[in-house]
């Protein structure tokens, strides 16, 4: 879903360099056409540094560090509600390829299935009474 990637750190994709194909299509889906093509050809990885500022990693960190930014982030993420996470991973993974319209309605159908669950309820509740919410994952 995102890379966190420590300094230092090369990634790349090297089906041609071993004769396969493969990968082309999710590496474009994180940085622009030249330089996918440019790593998708050559077989040459791209520095983090370098692939952070074109928003293919979220963050690039001290190798020392790594391991707690990727706790941080999941603690992030697991503040909210088992059951949004759920619906919002199906959304993101459903609308991907959708044009806009149609994204746009399935989130929207979405919205109205996550109302049925406790958690969406309570959510509503806490932002109101402004206080954090206590979630059950029902």
Request: proline share 5%; aromatic share 8%; no cysteine.
């Amino acid at each position: 879903d995102f890379v966190v990637a420590a300094e230092g750190a090369k990634l790349g994709v090297t089906e041609i360099a071993v004769g396969v194909m493969g990968a082309a299509k999710h590496l474009s889906r994180l940085v622009p056409q030249p330089q996918m093509r440019w790593m998708f050809f050559s077989g040459e990885p791209a520095r983090a540094e370098d692939l952070v500022g074109l928003g293919a990693l979220v963050a690039v960190v001290p190798p020392d560090e790594l391991l707690a930014d990727a706790r941080r982030r999941a603690q992030t993420i697991a503040k909210h509600s088992p059951v949004a996470i759920r619906f919002a991973k199906r959304s993101l993974n459903q609308i991907e390829f959708m044009d806009l319209k149609s994204g746009y309605q399935f989130e929207q159908g979405l919205s109205g299935e996550l109302a049925a669950y406790e958690d969406s309820k309570e959510a509503q509740r806490a932002f109101f009474e402004r206080r954090e919410p206590v979630y059950t994952g029902r």
